[in-house]
């Protein structure tokens, strides 16, 4: 079982910058991948950026250039730069072990007000 804990949300004005976290603890061997997801009210669950072993990292087209996920073992950083009010949402981690299980953090609240 894997257990995966976000940190860092908050409060921020427009134009500001705030970093999440995310730690992956538990019984796995390796992880394929991390990644953070984020769902605004009434939207779809969104995939904002992903970072697998060996590959660059991808980012959603909203983000790209203002986000940054670095990732290092069975932790990861999402460094959030330039964030707008439609960045406001529940922003969540989700990591793929190496049987291709997902598992997901409970979310952390990012919301931007100008």
């Known amino acids: 079982q894997v257990q995966v804990a976000e940190s860092g949300g908050g409060l921020i004005q427009t134009g500001g910058s705030l970093q999440l976290s995310c730690v992956a603890s538990g019984r796995f061997f390796r992880l394929n991948s991390m990644a953070w997801y984020r769902q605004a009210p009434g939207k779809e669950r969104e995939m904002v950026a992903l970072?697998?072993?060996?590959?660059a990292p991808i980012y959603a087209d909203s983000v790209k250039g203002r986000f940054t996920i670095s990732r290092d073992d069975a932790r990861n950083t999402l460094q959030m730069t330039s964030l707008k009010p439609e960045d406001t949402a529940v922003y969540y981690c989700q990591v793929v072990a190496a049987d291709f299980r997902d598992y997901w953090g409970r979310g952390t609240q990012v919301t931007v007000f100008s």
């Open positions: 970072a697998t072993s060996g590959n």
